[in-house]
């Protein structure tokens, strides 16, 4: 019998739009649900940095999921908000990965990927070389089947003396294992002034994309044996607090995760473009091979039913859901028996359709196992689902 967990945790939401418009509270709330505070800086107070790869045709929102072929080489740094704001001088544009050899490994964490100095910014806001880069950019590529990196871009006010500080530093330390902290202690930077993200995996099912998640269920089996077909129109995220760091991390669709890393509630974030973001979403996380994948007997096993999930802001990526009701089933961690291969969990978000909650009144059974979903989607009127995540893991599961 499984005894469901009293949750206090509320669901978070934001839509974004890659623009000056956005406030700085609400884009230092995406760096923060990623773990890019605390796990490459200790705080962030800066605005949002524009970049455009060679070959894509406009800036990338934060965070955006990114082939390793569309970021072989470097990007242009756009800080429109530094024009609006008058401030001019010279700046130092880094790149880091924290994510080294893989998100749950982080034992080569940073890996530096670019250290450019004396870049000034042009009447379009664009950041522009006057000299040479300290450490040429290097092109993101993951090992063999890791799941998407953060690489953390970030841009700071240039001190006097950086340069030859910077060179010191950068001919006599080692490019992985590198420490942003102490290289920007040495060299004099204070806190940057613009920054973002994008994430790059080994392939296309590690890909953050809606064709990349769709591959991800298709290839694992979730369809058919939990839901019939799957065709996601936005990305549900799920940034759980991170073990290997002190931030959170991001949970990529088809990631090997401990019982460890799992046992305290995530947030869910949502990022879309044609979801219907002025009503309220459903949200469900099932467990289709309980008690074994070999003998499912006891599937589905419900982990989370929670209803009326909002977005809390006019943000669109990253955007953490929030609600205002209680769950019908509180988070129940997973704890797969000893033994078992790793279980599928899986996350699907729906539309909330009207009369929801007193619909499903009842179709939880008390000992949240042999769950039907097809029945319950049938008898309160959800559709398809609009967009979902799942993750594997087992008691002795390898995480890297």
Avoid at 168 to 177: A, G, H, W
């Amino acid at each position: 019998m499984i005894t469901p967990r009293l949750s206090t945790t509320l669901f978070l939401i934001t839509p974004l739009k890659t623009s000056a418009s956005v406030l700085k509270s609400s884009y230092t709330d995406i760096l923060e649900v990623a773990g890019i505070v605390p796990d490459v800086l200790p705080s962030f107070a800066g605005t949002m940095l524009g970049l455009q790869f060679p070959g894509l045709p406009n800036t990338i929102s934060v965070g955006a999921g990114l082939s390793v072929e569309q970021v072989a080489e470097a990007p242009a740094f756009y800080m429109t908000d530094v024009i609006t704001n008058g401030q001019r001088g010279d700046y130092v544009v880094i790149i880091a990965d924290p994510d080294a050899p893989t998100p749950q490994d982080r034992s080569f964490a940073n890996i530096r990927h670019l250290v450019a100095p004396n870049m000034k910014i042009d009447s379009l806001g664009k950041l522009v070389n006057s000299t040479p880069a300290l450490w040429d950019y290097v092109s993101p590529a993951p090992p063999d089947g890791s799941a998407p990196h953060r690489y953390t871009v970030l841009v700071y006010q240039q001190p006097p003396g950086f340069v030859e500080a910077a060179t010191t530093l950068i001919n006599n330390t080692n490019y992985i294992e590198w420490s942003l902290d102490d290289f920007a202690s040495t060299t004099g930077l204070e806190e940057p002034v613009a920054g973002t993200f994008f994430l790059t995996g080994s392939n296309e099912t590690a890909a953050h994309s809606v064709s990349g998640v769709d591959a991800a269920f298709a290839s694992s089996g979730i369809v058919p044996d939990l839901i019939p077909f799957f065709s996601s129109s936005a990305l549900l995220d799920i940034s759980y607090p991170s073990t290997a760091g002190n931030g959170s991390f991001i949970v990529n669709a088809g990631m090997n995760l401990t019982v460890e890393q799992i046992a305290a509630e995530p947030e869910y974030l949502l990022t879309y473009e044609a979801v219907d973001s002025t009503g309220s979403f459903v949200l469900l996380m099932l467990d289709p091979d309980a008690p074994t994948p070999s003998n499912n007997s006891v599937a589905n096993v419900v982990h989370l039913l929670a209803h009326g999930l909002h977005p809390s802001s006019d943000l669109n990526v990253y955007a953490p859901l929030k609600n205002t009701t209680p769950a019908l089933a509180d988070y129940y961690p997973p704890t797969p028996p000893s033994g078992s291969a790793p279980h599928r969990y899986t996350i699907l978000l729906y539309a909330e359709p009207e009369g929801f909650a007193e619909k499903a009144e009842g179709l939880v059974p008390a000992d949240r196992i042999s769950f039907n979903l097809t029945d319950f989607v049938a008898k309160t009127g959800l559709g398809a689902p609009l967009a979902g995540n799942f993750f594997y893991s087992g008691q002795n599961i390898t995480i890297s």
